[in-house]
């Protein structure tokens, strides 16, 4: 197959951010060509907008020959009322629909959204790691907007992405593989570097290291080794799992490349995959791995409907970038001190910016947005180490939505409460500037959801065994990355819950740990206040299912309800009470699964579940009064 038998239109259409006043959709398209958006409100029986769309409308990155990011922002005629159906489609300037008729639910019915500023009904998730055993479980977010459309149910006000949503830095072979032929197909932009055994993208791509053994191409000095073992090597972590970073991406075009594949269907039938291009000792590996990644590539046609259909907005966390992302000091001084490593992360910031953070908030990255058009152009990259000096000074990723209650989302990687004492020490996921900023958006409000990558109240024993390997220096080794891993952070957000002024009916949306569980938090001695935290992981990754057993029932053992090891904890002053799920063995839920949360907030009430296509797991319904 070649280039002309690629749809025009190949990846999204994404629906992200949406107001009453502005639709914003994310796509990628083969060529520059002009695009006409229609918007319909199909419940007034009202077109809000038919226009060919102009450089302001349509922002365009142009990242290869035949590939061009382009970010839709348009101002309807009429503003957007609540619950009612938003019919568009995207036509060249020929009028022709440039969707395919499979992103629909019904062959009659176009694409669409609804606009719910009420959050109600919110699924949330994190960790899609495409090679990782179990369904992609954003399969099931198609399967509940199938049966709210055909049946006339109520829907999903917003799908929230909380972390891990490419993973940029533990990439199977089949899925390497495929990514490079992508980067031929759409004639992404080469690019160079300084400091590697290898400086140019067509050498790594020759390079007999190219598959499983790219860690032997960083430079040997004794900087580079400290690298090599924090970004590229088999981490050993004995307690928990182990990383593969063999196959980390590398290039810009690679990241845009996994972006594509992880996202659409459409590029799948271009690729060819053979354990030909990998040496004998890797041949086996390349099969197994392709094994789970064939059932990834067959739900992306599903994901893809979803997507085109409801609210998405997304945050970073460490695998978007790379594993112990900003973790310590000591990470980002060796990090940061080498021009190939700090490609490499740059890289992957700005396929973050432009895949992901662009979407969120549109009008807050219109400068980071010019520079990357100023950067990369049909010409190839142009200012290349200015769009990384951009993306690493960008101040901030959080955003916060005008939404009922306000969706805060904390942006936990780039604003670190670094350690002075000891440059091994974790950091803490936000510094004091920051969260004094967020004390500020919270103090006035009845209710909010915040989102935050790791949850704040996490499982004490797991969080113990951190403190333990990090107090011998190896935080890197277990991803010591909670909030109390550090004292001044950790002080910071509870005495931020204990404030007067703190709104009473609060929820917290969390991911990363790779399991679910429900956490009721209230002040001790203290009326008025009952936190929720929801945690929602992984979309496709799970934690093995022996050792979760284990540490739930240690957890269980030595930080129940009325022992006295709480009062050594950082959060002895708050009363953490871990809530069982029904019909479900543990308190810790682990399976390929989406967050439901969906609020009754004149009764108070929230009903909790994790979902997947094997079934419901629910928990009991919580009160947000006292």
Known sequence: MTIESLPELFVGPMVRHVSDTAVTLWCVTRSQQPIRLVLRDTTNQCQLFDEILNEEQDAQVVVGQHAVLRMIHVTPSQAIIPEHLIEYDLQNDAGESLLPIRLRYQPDIPCHFVYQPMLTDVLHGSCRKPHGEGEDALLQVDTILESAILDNNSRPSLLMM??????IDDVCGPMLDAIHQVITLLGLHDEQWQGGVVNDSQSLFKSDANFYLRESLLPNCDTNRALHEQLFKWKQKPIFTSVNSHNHLITLSEVMAMYFLVWSDALWPFVSLSEERVSLTWREQYRQEQEHLTDFVDGLVKVRRALAHISSYLILDDHDVTDDFNLTREWEEIAYGHPFSRQIIGNALIGYGLCQAWGNQPQQLKSLVKKAQEAITSEG???HDSLIECVYQWPQWGYELNTQPPLVVLDTRTNRWRSESNPRKPSGLMDWESLTELQSRLLGHEAVMLVSPAPIYGVKFIEMVQRIFTSFG??????????????????????????????????ILSGDVHYSFLYRIKPRNQQGLTLLQITASGIKNTFPQTLLEIFAWCNRVLFGKYSPFNWFTKRRKMMVSPIKPQDYPITLVNQCSIGRVRMDWQQALVDVSVESRKGVVRFPTQSLND
Do not use: C
């Not at 909380?162 to 993973?167: A, E, F, L, M």
């Not at 190896?474 to 709104?503: C, I, S, Y």
């Open 162 to 167: 909380t972390g891990d949503q490419v993973y």
């Open 381 to 383: 990259l142009q200012s």
């Open 474 to 507: 190896q935080a890197l080794m277990v991803d010591a990355e909670n909030w109390m891993a550090h004292r001044g952070t950790a002080n910071v957000m509870l005495n931020m819950f204990k404030h007067p002024k703190t709104p009473p009916h609060f929820l």
